[in-house]
């Protein structure tokens, strides 16, 4: 092969990266932790790990943008600034995701300084006019998320969230000192990563993620802990796009 043919063939196929580049649907996420939480709420010993390792994971795609907020940083206000940051200014085809690890109570996140409905962020993120809206919460109670037709479907239609959450309204969320996350973060990682995307188009889907994260999170849990997904989304909207 000549010279001259080679560095067409390079220039051809740069160009086609960057097209696919543009042409991709870019990831952006909040990703919030918090273990080392003020007296006298217990602490926990997984959260910041599992936000660590959920922004790791959105950076190894490429097309990407994230923020990390662990333990003191993860305040009512940053949490809230930074979704807005992020998320305002994404395009109709982007994908955000806000995840959060820590502690939950029937009604809300818990905050570094202290409760967080989850109302607050359901609105922040009703602000982007992006179509491609996910909650993951890794916490106690954080099905109670998705109580009530008028709460999710009514209410809150306009800001069409998916929420994925670790556990039923009524379950804790299990971690492990011998794991490296919580049983939720360890599937969601592993689905994310690949191992959902049943069909093998590098697009991994809602459907795709929730079977594979329900179906694992059961057998870790041995059947004591049930992800639940609520929202107005459809079952093929992307999750992460490889």
Known sequence: MSKFLHRILLLLAFSLLLTTQETQAKVLLVSVGIGDYPKPINKLNLPTKDAIAMQKLID???NSGTALLLDAAATKSAIIAEIHARFDHASTDDIIIFFF???GYKGGFVAYDGEMPYSLIRDAMGAS?????????????SG??????REVKEEHSDSNVMLFLSSRDNETSIERRDMANGFFTTCLKDGMSGKADADRDRTITAKELFDFVSKNVKL?????????????FSNTMPIIQW
């Not at 006019?129 to 109670?141: G, L, T, V, W």
């Not at 109670?144 to 037709?149: D, F």
């Open 60 to 62: 190894k795609n490429g």
């Open 101 to 103: 690890s820590g502690h």
């Open 220 to 232: 870790l849990s041995r059947n004591k802990q049930h992800p639940v997904m609520w929202g107005n």
């Open 129 to 141: 006019k992006c179509k491609n809206k996910m909650i993951f919460a890794d916490a106690c109670f």
């Open 144 to 149: 109670k998320m998705r109580q009530g037709k």
